[in-house]
Nanobody, 115 residues
Framework: QVQLVESGGGLVQAGGSLRLSCAASGSTFSIIAIGWYRQAPGKQRELVARISNSGSTNYADSVKGRFTIFRENAKNAVYLQMNSLEPEDTAVYYC?????????WGQGTQVTVSS
């Protein structure tokens, strides 16, 4: 089993930055990719960024050039550096791990961007 714990959310003004952390534990050897998703009130959950074991990344068009996903293998952690935040980025952000047999979600962390 894989467990995920997110941290780093909070309240920030437009134009500011936040860094989200996703710490994985348990059967981390089985993880093939980790992604950050977000869900705003009244909207569907959407992919923000994803990084695979090979290091390849992909981003939602709305965050390209502003957000960066990267990992620290020694800590079994994946981070989402968010710069130039906009009020439209306000959402609950979730970490998601893909294994060969299942998908595991974290509990989510709130990000609120004030205008």
């Amino acid at each position: 089993q894989v467990q995920l714990v997110e941290s780093g959310g909070g309240l920030v003004q437009a134009g500011g930055s936040l860094r989200l952390s996703c710490a994985a534990s348990g059967s981390t050897f089985s993880i093939i990719a980790i992604g950050w998703y977000r869900q705003a009130p009244g909207k569907q959950r959407e992919l923000v960024a994803r990084i695979s074991n090979s290091g390849s990344t992909n981003y939602a068009d709305s965050v390209k050039g502003r957000f960066t996903i990267f990992r620290e293998n020694a800590k079994n952690a994946v981070y989402l550096q968010m710069n130039s935040l906009e009020p439209e980025d306000t959402a609950v952000y979730y970490c998601r791990a893909e294994t060969y047999s299942m998908v595991v979600w974290g509990q989510g962390t709130q990000v609120t961007v004030s205008s």
